[in-house]
């Protein structure tokens, strides 16, 4: 039951771009249609605040606190993480998944809950024992040392707020046709997180490193061995060997009981059950460095170690596969990020791109992590194409899916940031396009 | 095994204050005690990059992801969220229980796992089908209107980090002998999180409130019926529906599917469950504003609607009941808050407050939020008393327990914030102590 008479008429103060996009200080008793419903007045609630209802809960105690406070039975169910296309004969042939998403479409914040944080593997989780697990840093240093938990949490720590994303992510968008996944399976390898760990280069100090040293080489302790290499200069930077995230013991498949965390880089270069860190002259140029995560170019050349993710965002509501019930009020929002810094600036439009509002950026804006926007939408009923363009303090922006194309050509998997364009039906349905 | 030749001198560029307080940037290079061990050089490793060691989880594949990532079998049982003197008997008589901590000693940044929340509830956690619940606001409105869940997601919303303290923690700390409890069990009626959903002024603008509107009077679905009052002004300000907590759908045990939160204020009256807001031009008076949650003070009158949180700091790290076992580097750590603001100021002391180091503050340091505070210990094994001291950015300090009980007496058990002494003593044990 809606309550308005005259629910589309737009404000004039509240216009902020075609289509319908409203500015962010709308005004909401200027009759806008919105989903609220009409309660009995006076009458039945009278001077009392009492509310009304008789559900069994207002009638019988609850339940008792436990010891970790679990989902209601009414969500648990309802978070899809892997992506649908996952047969059950794909699945008996693997017998194992390595790859889960974060549900977006679920998320409002910045914050990705642990269990909800992506993941990729390339050997599966490993079930770790603390007691047995030591970290040691070795190579072109004074003295090699090692560390165990217990004893990386004497040092000083830091907490940071960072974004992960696999270099991965969106690369379905390479494909000739528009797939119609869903925004979850689309983008969902990536999240963002509070991480509290020691920095490397605080351990590094105490090792010492030799005038030869060039690269780290990382390894975890995965029946994979995954190992990357990474340049000097990044890993006395901003790189930390994290042991806690979001305010508990990092989970085992995030890493348990410690993980190499790379700020800004490729999600895969944050080495998980992290177990070496080898001092080097030169990169260990791994399989994971020659025939994976390279870059093939029009030319037919590959960039290689293009560890830096770019701008990017994406609308995470409304998106593939939601659809609109109704005309009316709508927030459009979503998430930015760069692996530069932070972001300055999300535009939104909601007619392929022909007029742009300033979205609102939820603060604090940090760097190298998740930045929320969003900006109130009126939906008319029209056919509407949204989109979201970040740029970050560097004015790195986001590219058209043809201009990145022009630039890098289809034959490459990893680091696909273009603007992502979902096309609203009159029907309300909601597709993946290509605008 | 220690490395360090001569491990308990401290370069005069490290010195902070007496005790052995460090500065942030102290010198790792500079021979300090640490935790770190010696590995083999060299032969064991050579040139080659790749770690030692043979555990299983090196020589066989991993397991799948989860559809919700759980915590490691090592971390699940170690958790203490309950106080550790409900004896069995006290349970049989109550048969439930209502309370539950947050483990701040396991905690190192500033996000509490939803899971870990500190609960509080008054007739326990309802089960809440959302299809079946809604929020009515009347009163003095100039339409009464009700929203459920789905409605909600459509309006503008906000991201806000926020602690929530209940006005009763640390009360134990009144008392005439200082209890042994851990650290969690009297400060651990704190907690922070992201919290989203939608001001409460924009629902208000939608409603519309008449010119006689003082308060509202607040009031959640559970067997209890939980109500408060809160002054418009504030209702008008930050106060928000929230629907999301650390990026997942709020838990039951914190108000799924929707709770009142109102920053700064004790912990009770941000409702949960909520289902009415009544526009009053009065305060309900109910028991929770009446009977309980006012201050007696020394002169017999009690404070009645002291809602505004202190300034208040605790070190988590190290604490009652944990324990030194070497002398070394370590770090304090602990969490500083203000129910007005941001938090200007943390000064830590290891000499019972005869001198004192500023603490390093980790960005962004947000307003009505947990603020994380380090510095580095050197401890040389001499007797030591841990204290923190906070002051917010009004200026607003923690005063001593001596200077608590002057002026407010000891016959109240709400809004205790001054400041925790650990005593340290030669064997390394840690006691809650007074100073």
């Given at each position: 039951m809606s309550k308005n008479k005259n629910p589309l008429t737009i404000d004039a103060t509240n216009h902020a771009a075609e289509g319908g996009l409203l500015n962010r200080r709308l005004f909401l008793n200027s009759a806008l249609a919105t989903t609220a419903t009409l309660a009995t007045a006076g009458a039945a609630y009278g001077q009392d605040f009492i509310g009304e209802g008789q559900e069994d809960w207002l009638l019988y105690p609850g339940t008792s606190t436990l010891p970790y406070g679990d989902r209601s039975r009414f969500e648990v169910e309802s978070v899809q993480r892997f992506i649908h296309d996952y047969s059950e004969e794909f699945l008996a042939l693997r017998m194992s998944t390595y790859v889960s998403r974060t549900p977006l479409d679920h998320m409002l914040g910045t914050i990705t809950p642990s269990g909800l944080h992506f993941e990729r593997s390339h050997q599966g989780i490993p079930d770790i024992d603390p007691n047995q697990h030591e970290l040691v840093i070795h190579g072109k240093v004074r003295q090699p040392l090692k560390y165990d938990i217990e004893a990386l949490e004497n040092y000083p720590t830091v907490s940071k707020f960072y974004f992960l994303e696999c270099s991965g992510n969106s690369a379905v968008l390479l494909n000739d046709e528009p797939t119609d996944q869903s925004v979850n399976a689309i983008h969902g390898l990536v999240s963002g997180s509070e991480w509290t760990g020691v920095l490397l280069s605080t351990l590094l100090d105490e090792t010492g490193v030799g005038p030869d040293a060039k690269w780290i080489i990382c390894e975890g302790a995965d029946n994979g061995m995954m190992h990357r290499s990474i340049p000097i200069d990044k890993a006395l930077d901003d790189v930390m060997i994290a042991i806690r995230q979001n305010g508990e013991r990092i989970r085992p498949s995030q890493g348990y009981p410690m993980r190499l965390f790379i700020p800004g880089f490729e999600g895969n270069t944050s080495i998980k059950w992290l177990r070496s860190i080898y001092v080097s002259d030169r990169p260990a140029m791994s399989i994971q460095e020659t025939s994976k995560y390279t870059d093939m170019m029009p030319d037919n050349k590959s960039l290689q170690f293009s560890l830096l993710m770019d701008t990017k965002s994406v609308i995470t509501r409304p998106a593939n596969t939601m659809s609109l019930k109704r005309k009316g009020l709508y927030e459009i929002t979503g998430l930015a990020w760069s692996g530069k810094g932070k972001i300055a600036r999300v535009e939104v439009s909601v007619d392929g791109g022909k007029t742009w509002a300033d979205a609102a950026l939820e603060e604090p804006i940090q760097s190298k992590m998740l930045t929320r926007f969003r900006s109130p939408w009126l939906w008319d009923g029209s056919p509407a194409i949204l989109q979201s363009r970040a740029t970050d303090e560097f004015g790195r922006m986001q590219p058209t899916r043809d201009e990145h194309i022009a630039a890098r050509?289809?034959?490459?998997?990893?680091?696909?940031?273009a603007i992502q364009s979902w096309g609203v039906g009159t029907d309300g349905e909601i597709k993946n396009v290509f605008a």
């Open positions: 050509g289809q034959n490459h998997i990893y680091h696909y940031s």
